[in-house]
């Protein structure tokens, strides 16, 4: 499961973006501090400039199907702002479906991460964090 995941992931990133030839990917496990909306894994592709990125994860793959743009910014020498949007995620307890809007604190230099997400119909705020492996993208 997980080589297919990646496989995906790097499949779209080289048909859909094939600008994206220099960068880092960082494949990132992610404890969910037990309120659901931060999946398990997520891929993050950073270009070289740190200027643009795309995230995949689980939720983006069901519901999407194609790694989301990220907006970046630094925030410090060794830290990254991401911002995302994913819509139409479904929710089956109310029969609806709700926006997502993630942000994503990485470390570049300690290989971590926390994601935080707010909902538009839920008053709760999940949050996640966790450990990435980086590769550089050729």
Known sequence: MAFRFLSLFAFFM????????????????INDFGTGWVAPRM?????????????????????????VPAQVSRRSASSLRLNWTVKDIPVSNV????TAQYKAILNTRTHKVTVSVQLNYFD???????????????
């Open 95 to 98: 029969n609806t479906k709700e």
């Open 14 to 29: 080289s048909v859909s973006f094939p600008a994206w030839a220099a960068g880092k990917l960082y494949d990132c496990e």
């Open 43 to 67: 891929i993050i592709s950073v270009d070289q400039s740190e200027q643009t990125a795309m995230v995949f994860d689980g939720i983006i793959a069901e519901v999407v199907k194609v790694p």
């Open 124 to 138: 709760n705020e999940p949050r996640g964090s966790g450990k990435c492996k980086v590769s550089q993208q050729k």
